[in-house]
């Protein structure tokens, strides 16, 4: 009877193995927040950046996650100024169920106007700003031809 073992190469390789560090947690974390003037734990995701427990929100459908917020610099006359101002935000108490899901917040320019995008229509604006950037960049090609 002959009794299987492990070859030697498995076992050299199994024994070279480093520990490595685990990716970030995508689960929230508790944080303290003031609910009508309470202070009290709640779950808030890693990309909200709100000081929760220096806020004090009447209700608990008030209480909202946001996070930092990134621009596009554009240059005009003189000057730049921010455009696509575009943040994660979410709403987790909200009196409507469909109200709830985290949402990508976009400012076309800082005018106060903004669209709420879910995850499909934030990755297709993406998409179309992909698109946009190739566009600027063939433009300036044919001016480097000019
Ligand atoms: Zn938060």
Request: glycine residues 6%; aromatic residues 4%.
């Amino acid at each position: 009877m002959t009794v299987p073992t492990m070859p030697a190469e498995a076992s050299a390789s199994a024994a070279a193995v480093t520990p490595t560090t685990p990716p970030p947690s995508a689960s929230p974390r508790l944080v303290a927040a003031v609910v009508c003037g309470q202070r009290i734990a709640l779950p808030c995701p890693q990309w909200c950046v709100i000081d929760h427990a220096s806020e004090n929100v009447i209700n608990l459908d008030d209480f909202s996650h946001d996070g930092a917020p990134i621009s596009l610099r554009v240059p005009v006359t003189g000057a730049a100024e921010r455009v696509l101002i575009a943040r994660l935000s979410q709403w987790p108490f909200a009196s409507d169920e469909a109200g709830r899901a985290a949402y990508l917040r976009l400012e076309g320019t800082d005018d106060g106007e903004v669209a709420n995008l879910p995850t499909s229509a934030a990755l297709a604006f993406a998409d179309q700003l992909v698109a946009h950037a190739e566009g600027i960049r063939a433009l300036a090609g044919v001016l480097a031809d000019a």
